[in-house]
């Protein structure tokens, strides 16, 4: 068992991150998920969650002045390598759990 | 330019998210996709997304995951609220008992208060289907001598203002009336009507859904007539067709071109019951026509009621100069509609059934304010800790409000639940349409809420008092609590008020309970028992007066026929129907009457109708058939005509009397004296009657006195009916105690409710009574151990509980008599058969307090001599 705790959606935030490339902001992180997901992705959720992840310290974020001229800030997030960690723990739990049982889910119902 | 966000929204946005960069950043999110969708989607659109986008923000950060935003400081006012919330949640689950008593409580309460707001949003709030109601007046005839009384405006007068009047615009005049419609090929259905000169759909901002309303020219005297349909009735005769419009039916005989279809918003109150609006010819500078018409019209801009009234009293007094003998004494009354609904007594019931329940949900709130103020007791060491750990004072205050909340969210649920049940219950026990109206829809769904947000400061503003004065030191090093002065101050307080509120409310409820039972017991001055009433509209039949007497005979003798029934024909239902009061003068050898004219009710009645009706015969003889056969020129008076004008009910046979006004003017002689037939709403007191000989017979109202069986009587009366006048339906054919039941429908259903208002208020004071005897009881446990150890009786520790319920009874009392007496006072108009201040009724509302007081506090004190000495001793 690793050291930290990942739900779902906490999981798929991080991936999404390391999906969009270096330093992403989070706006288009957040539109990655919903292209990806195939669901509106709440806003309340998704910052909730970028918090805690970030009181976790599983993720840093930057804040960079926008460039065209508007004058509220943009955050750019980055996953840190304890984020990677939970990542890689909680990949590995999901694929022991997996393994064994991909004939169950290939052969569509017996 | 660029649109802007909502700027509350972003108020909302800003409260939600951290005071930094990320926060900033969240915010720059959300304006950045707000830009990209005006330009994609519009502004108006891009607008409503921006408030779901800060709302969901707001949500998730305040409710759903508040601890993720601990860290920073400046949220933290709505984040500490979700977190009292939650504990109060908490507190609430950890004592079910209590929670489900304060929540009864509270929701009987919220209930009763939601109906009586019912009550008055339908009458108040709602009210006439009229575009603009402060504009929209309704023109009265009032006397002299009773200002009160409102009637109607005689028609020719009517139409006369409406000639004349500047200060008020599309004057119009309406008058409900039984009609028949006959359609080509079906049966011919009894409908009401409203007959109607002027603009009054214009007057009113009536609206049509298919063809046109009624219009200023369609009362012009040689114009065709024409009809518009109620939806109700558009769909139940015509099946909803749009073929309706331009159809041609026969209303009483008249051929009417049906050319419009109104709204369904229209059939309010007694409205509900109109099938059809009809034009009414309005021919002026005729003969005078005497009947009374409703009248009504729209300020015109710049006019007031008060400049209305001025100058329509000044045109009243030129038609009074005119025809002196008709118009003697009569004044004309303007008001706005708005204030016109429900009669001259609505504003006084409505101010005191708002007034009971408002009573009501105070003295739950006094009441679970006490409940919550006795937990607060044991709470102190849970606050101290609080305090201590740095909550300070509004942190404890705001957690008491929290729970508050909660309680009264929960209450607000029931209390919904509750006022829909008591709504049901009504609606079950009067059918009458008038009550119908009364619904619960969204003004009250936001009443509930309202009163849900005031609750929590009500019942928790004692325990947070209460709360706040704690002494920190004491509480913590003794961690015992126990009943502090102030605490106990405080409760008696509260339960003082609870009983002088409902000693109030108890006063009020007594007086209406000996009105009602008054009234009930009050002779109605004939028997309705075991009559059924039924209408035919006999005009409809013949035009020959003979022939109608003829049929009219003929239908009676056929029922008869069928057994042990009799039967007889009025011209009006008496004690039921709207009478009205006609103008008589009494010959010159009689005692003139007081007052410049004399008024009596006239009734016209077949050979067999007293005795149908079982109306005593006190002196002289009835009227025969040849009398109605022969139009002859006798009548009757009731005992009160004859005590008022010939002293004594022997002295009247014999005289004469002149009934009628103007041409209608008749002289007869009195060849019998009656009993009195009252009105159903007797505070009129006895009425003079006149009955005289039905000679021309129009729409009849039958009476049939059965031998039990009243399914029996109906098919006998529909048989004799289709065997003689086919061609007229039968009409109201019912219990006369129905139509009875009908007119005080309204008045029982308010009586029930304050009763019923009363009645909760006893209670909850009873059970607040209870808590705090019990309480204390539990808290002098030790004490009275020490008593009963030292040898007091089991007597003397049941005198000292119950002695200590009494004297908070008796303050209560005298605040409450005092109350109730200046509310009473207030209600005297609407009281019968009782004063306000009857002794009879205070003694009784005393002993009733004193019962409940005793029942209240009679198992505490028997509890507090059963203590056991040793334990308790042992257990402080």
């Avoid at chain 2, 069928?562 to 050898?589: F, H, K, N, Q, S």
Wanted: glycine residues 10%; aromatic residues 6%; proline residues 5%.
């Amino acid at each position: 068992m690793g050291r930290f705790q990942l739900g779902e959606f906490e999981q798929r935030v991080l991936l999404a991150i390391l999906r969009c490339g270096d330093d992403p902001p989070a706006a288009d992180v957040r539109r990655a998920l919903e292209r990806v997901l195939e669901r509106d992705v709440s806003r309340g959720a998704f910052y909730t969650t970028l918090e805690r992840l970030e009181s976790k310290g599983l993720l840093t974020w930057k804040i960079r002045r926008l460039t065209g001229g508007g004058e509220l800030p943009e955050r750019t997030l980055d996953v840190t390598r304890d984020g990677m960690t939970a990542l890689r723990d909680a990949r590995r739990a999901m694929l022991g759990l997996w393994r064994g049982l991909e004939p169950l889910f290939d052969k569509g119902s017996k | 330019m660029m649109p802007t966000p909502p700027r509350r929204a972003q108020a909302l946005l800003a409260r939600a998210v951290p005071d930094d960069a990320a926060g900033l950043s969240i915010v720059g999110d959300i304006d950045q996709e707000f830009a990209d969708r005006c330009a994609r989607d519009g502004p108006r659109s891009a607008r409503w997304w921006y408030w779901r986008a800060a709302f969901s923000v707001w949500w998730w950060s305040a409710w759903r995951h508040p601890s993720a935003s601990h860290h920073h400081p400046s949220g933290g006012a709505l984040f500490d609220i979700a977190g009292d919330v939650r504990h109060a949640v908490r507190v609430v689950r950890k004592t079910p008992g209590q929670t489900l008593l304060i929540v009864a409580t509270l929701s009987l309460a919220i209930g009763v208060t939601t109906i009586g707001f019912a009550f008055a949003d339908t009458v108040f709030l709602r009210g006439l289907p009229i575009a603009d109601p402060d504009r929209a007046v309704i023109v009265y005839s009032v006397t002299a001598r009773e200002p009160d009384r409102r009637s109607g405006v005689y028609f020719s007068d009517a139409l006369e203002f409406a000639a004349r009047a500047r200060s008020i615009e599309r004057l119009s005049t309406w008058t409900q009336a039984r009609a028949t419609l006959r359609r080509p090929g079906r049966e011919p259905v009894a409908i009401t009507t409203s007959r109607v000169t002027g603009d009054l759909f214009g007057a009113w901002g009536l609206r049509t859904q298919l063809g046109r309303g009624l219009r200023a020219g369609d009362d012009a005297p040689g114009a065709p007539r024409v009809g518009v349909l109620t939806d109700r009735f558009w769909r139940e005769l015509f099946g909803a067709s749009p073929a309706a419009i331009g159809e041609t039916v026969i209303v009483s005989g008249v051929p009417h071109e049906i050319v419009g279809v109104l709204t369904p918003d229209v059939e309010f109150a007694t409205f509900a019951e109109i099938a059809l609006w009809v034009s009414r010819p309005a021919p002026r500078g005729g003969p005078l026509d005497l009947a009374p018409v409703v009248m009504t019209g729209q300020l015109a801009p710049g006019a007031t009621v008060e400049s209305a009234s001025a100058e329509l009293r000044t045109l009243a007094q030129t038609l009074e100069a005119d025809h002196p003998d008709t118009h003697r004494g009569r004044q004309v009354l303007v008001l706005q509609a708005s204030r016109a609904m429900g009669g001259p007594n609505i504003y006084l019931v409505m101010t005191l059934l708002i007034g009971a329940a408002g009573l009501v949900m105070v003295i739950a709130s006094v009441n679970v304010a006490g409940v919550l103020l006795a937990r607060s007791v044991s709470r102190q060491r849970e606050f101290g800790l609080r305090m201590a750990l740095g909550a300070g004072k509004t942190g404890v205050f705001r957690q008491l409000v929290a729970e508050g909340l909660v309680l009264a969210s929960l209450a607000a649920a029931g209390g919904l639940a509750a006022a829909a049940a008591g709504l049901r219950l009504i609606h079950a026990v009067e059918a009458e349409a008038v009550l119908r109206q009364i619904v619960i829809d969204w003004h009250e769904i936001l009443f509930i809420i309202a009163l849900a947000a005031i609750t929590p400061l009500l019942v928790s503003l004692a325990p947070a008092l209460s709360a706040l004065r704690l002494n920190l030191v004491a509480v913590l090093n003794t961690g015992s609590p126990r009943a502090g002065g102030a605490h106990g101050r405080a409760r008696q307080t509260l339960v003082i008020a609870q009983l002088a509120l409902a000693v109030m409310l108890t006063v009020v409820g007594s007086l209406v309970a000996r009105t009602a039972s008054a009234l009930i017991a009050a002779p109605l001055g004939f028997d309705p028992a075991n009559v059924v009433t039924f209408v035919l509209a006999l005009d409809q039949h013949t035009p020959d007066m003979a022939a109608r007497r003829q049929t009219m005979r003929q239908i009676g003798e056929r029922i008869e026929a069928a057994g042990r029934m009799t039967v007889g024909a009025l011209d009006v239902y008496p004690a039921v129907a709207v009478e009205l009061a006609t103008r008589i003068a009494v010959d010159a050898a009689a005692p003139r009457p007081e007052g410049p004219a004399a008024n009596a009710l006239v009734v016209s009645i077949d050979h067999r109708a007293l005795e149908t009706l079982a109306v005593p015969l006190l002196a002289g003889r009835g009227i025969g058939a040849t009398d109605v056969d022969t139009d002859a020129a006798i009548g009757l008076v009731s005992a009160e005509l004859a005590r008022r004008h010939f002293g004594a009910p022997a002295a009247a046979i014999g005289r004469r009397l002149a009934v009628g006004i103007g041409e209608a003017q008749r002289v007869r002689q009195i060849v019998g004296v009656t009993g009195d037939v009252r009105d159903v709403e007797r505070e009129r007191g006895d009425q003079p009657r006149v009955w005289v000989p039905l000679s021309s017979p129009q729409r009849v109202a039958f009476v049939v006195r059965t031998g039990g069986d009243p399914a029996a009587a109906a098919a006998a009366i529909r048989a004799a009916a289709r065997a003689i006048a086919p061609d007229v339906p039968v009409e109201s054919l019912e219990p006369y105690q129905a139509a009875i039941d009908r007119r005080t429908g309204g008045d029982r259903v308010m009586m029930g409710m304050l009763i019923a208002f009363s009645a909760v208020a006893l209670f909850f004071a009873a059970t607040g009574l209870y808590g705090i005897v019990a309480l204390s009881v539990n808290l002098r446990r030790a004490e009275f151990g020490t008593r009963v150890a030292l040898g007091a009786q089991m007597r003397d520790v049941i005198g000292m509980v119950i002695g200590q319920a009494f004297r908070l009874l008796a303050v209560g009392l005298a605040f409450g008599v005092a109350g109730g007496l200046l509310a009473a006072n207030a209600m005297r108009r609407l009281l019968y058969g009782v004063t306000p201040a009857d002794p009879v009724n205070l003694l009784s509302v005393v002993g009733l307090l004193a019962m409940v007081t005793l029942a209240a506090s009679l198992a505490p004190a028997i509890r507090a001599a059963r203590v056991d000495v040793m334990q308790s001793l042992r257990s402080d």
